[in-house]
């Protein structure tokens, strides 16, 4: 080989160390900053709902519950029972980084509707115990341990599953498993389709680039910290092997989930379902842009499926 060969030789090397070197760190700042339940968020996957948890609280009745998980962390939940004898509960999921607390509008809708409501501290969220976060679908495993807790202590109730952004992916991973028969609907708002497609759209929202093979290194990590892989994390396989009922919601103008991933999502589910998207809403104004129409949609649907 001759010395300008060489020379090229170890250019090329050294570039491609340098090239998977770089990505191995970016990629493993972006694991530690969406995934690790440790971080400081400030702006990215940051959750907007608000706080009314200690207003309504002072209103009610509750409990905080905590059971072991299947991986053996603690994790917490508000419960509010409701003598109105309809025999329903309502488990609510909140989204990415938020907690129970900022559910406290849904839980009261739901209450005023007359059912009982379980609302939900994701792993590694609120009360909850857990280092990385499970992106809903850890999370899935955590719901049908509450769905459990339920049916042990509530026997002949029906079960209604409510989430919103990764709590929906909760709510609708859980629907894809073999569930008990009095587990009757699903209601998903603003859910994505996969923890990959939805963390590849934040790096690109991030970094405004396309992530490529970085992506690939974020799983891989992802893998050995968080033990679950990103891509197998998907809504989308969930919802096909559904057998309830779902109905989707979302925003119109959401550029933290792409609207797209509704109709995927929608398109791929194999049960009854029907798709509510709200004109003009992002993804902090789903509710609030129209609450009248939000709540007699999921008024009309519970109303519709949970007799059947």
């Known amino acids: 080989m001759s010395k300008f060969c060489k020379i090229i030789v170890i250019i090329l090397l050294s570039l491609t160390i340098i090239v998977l070197v770089g990505g191995y760190l970016v990629s493993n700042h972006f694991f530690h900053e969406t995934i690790n339940a440790n971080t400081h968020r400030n702006t990215i996957l940051q959750s907007n709902q608000k706080d009314d948890w200690d207003s309504w ?4 009745e509750y409990r905080e519950i905590n059971i072991q998980s299947f991986d053996d962390l603690i994790l917490h939940s508000y419960l509010i029972e409701n003598n109105t004898g309809k025999n329903v509960w309502v488990i609510i999921c909140h989204d990415y980084s938020g907690n129970a607390n900022q559910m406290a509008d849904a839980g009261k809708a739901f209450h005023s509707m007359g059912y009982s409501v ?9 009360k909850s115990e857990g280092e990385y976060y499970g992106m809903g679908w850890l999370d899935r495993l955590d719901v049908i341990s509450w769905i459990d807790y339920i049916n042990e202590r509530y026997p002949d109730q029906e079960i209604i599953l409510y989430g919103v952004g990764m709590g929906a992916v909760s709510v609708m991973s859980a629907a894809g498993e073999d569930l008990p028969t009095n587990v009757k609907l699903v209601i998903e708002d ?6 990959y497609s939805q963390l590849a759209h934040q790096f690109n929202q991030k970094y405004h680039f396309s992530p490529f093979f ?5 799983n891989f990590i992802n893998s050995l910290y968080a033990k679950y892989d990103l891509k197998e994390a998907s809504a989308l396989k969930q919802v096909a092997n559904a057998s309830i009922p779902i109905l989707f919601i ?4 959401d550029n933290f989930t792409p609207v797209k991933m509704a109709h995927s999502l929608y398109e791929a589910a194999a049960s009854e379902k029907e798709l509510f998207i709200i004109s003009g809403a992002n993804h ?6 129209d609450s009248k129409l939000y709540w007699s949609t999921i008024s009309s649907f519970i109303q519709k499926y949970l007799d059947k």
Do not use: K, Q
């Open 250 to 253: 979302h925003g119109e103008n």
């Open 214 to 218: 970085l992506m690939d290194f974020t």
């Open 57 to 60: 609280s002072t209103e009610i």
């Open 284 to 289: 902090d104004t789903v509710i609030s842009s």
């Open 118 to 126: 379980l609302l939900l501290n994701a792993r590694g969220h609120g």
């Open 190 to 195: 603003s859910g994505y389709t996969s923890a």
